[in-house]
T-cell receptor
Framework: GEDVEQSLFLSVREGDSSVINCTYTDSSSTYLYWYKQEPGAGLQLLTYIFSNMDMKQDQRLTVLLNKKDKHLSLRIADTQTGDSAIYFCAESSPRAQKLVFGQGTRLTINP | KAGVTQTPRYLIKTRGQQVTLSCSPISGHRSVSWYQQTPGQGLQFLFEYFSETQRNKGNFPGRFSGRQFSNSRSEMNVSTLELGDSALYLC??????????????FGQGTRLTVV
């Protein structure tokens, strides 16, 4: 079946890098996504990675995928107060035909 | 281009009533998915429509239903509301079916409170 796990909380100092981790179980997953949710808002698509890639970089964001271990991470460089939010990892596959989300990681930035 | 539009943003209903939520996808997108978000259960998949056909359904009771129109706009309906239906309902729009070469974009959601 499909299952996605994330740690619930992460606290970092402003200016440091944040690394949010995620594990998934569906080996047929084709796309893995990172979404950001700010209070009272919907989900904002940050980035995604195709399953045949190991890494994707987009400005301050770096996604690493270890397909063998089914482990995905999101690194935010130079973390700012505006990065405070809940970050969701999600997987999708042609078999499941839906997005399966992790529980979300609440990122808190300390001054 | 305009993003995904969900209406209304907030809704308060009484137990036993029914409610209809609306989602207008990004122009050109044919797939609309619905998710329920609650503090206890997180994000749970409700159903997905593509070209007016329901392609996939989550594990929700029959009180939850939906449809998609020829212009790709979608509605979901919840009948005989229960307190536990209080949640943020999110709609996602994508070009193709989930799992294919596509990105899914979400609306701001409809916050439903059942009293």
């Amino acid at each position: 079946g499909e299952d996605v796990e994330q740690s619930l909380f992460l606290s970092v100092r402003e200016g440091d890098s944040s690394v949010i981790n995620c594990t998934y179980t569906d080996s047929s997953s084709t796309y893995l996504y990172w979404y950001k949710q700010e209070p009272g808002a919907g989900l904002q698509l940050l980035t995604y990675i195709f399953s045949n890639m190991d890494m994707k970089q987009d400005q301050r964001l770096t996604v690493l995928l270890n397909k063998k271990d089914k482990h995905l991470s999101l690194r935010i460089a130079d973390t700012q107060t505006g990065d405070s939010a809940i970050y969701f990892c999600a997987e999708s596959s042609p078999r499941a035909q839906k997005l399966v989300f992790g529980q979300g990681t609440r990122l808190t930035i300390n001054p | 281009k305009a993003g995904v539009t969900q209406t209304p943003r907030y809704l308060i209903k009484t137990r036993g009533q029914q409610v209809t939520l609306s989602c207008s996808p990004i122009s050109g997108h044919r797939s609309v998915s619905w998710y329920q978000q609650t503090p206890g259960q997180g994000l749970q998949f409700l159903f997905e429509y593509f070209s007016e056909t329901q392609r996939n359904k989550g594990n929700f009771p029959g009180r939850f239903s939906g449809r998609q129109f020829s212009n790709s706009r979608s509605e979901m309906n919840v009948s005989t509301l229960e307190l536990g239906d209080s949640a943020l309902y999110l709609c996602a729009s994508s070009l193709a079916l989930p799992g294919r070469n596509t990105e899914a974009f979400f609306g701001q959601g409809t916050r439903l409170t059942v009293v």
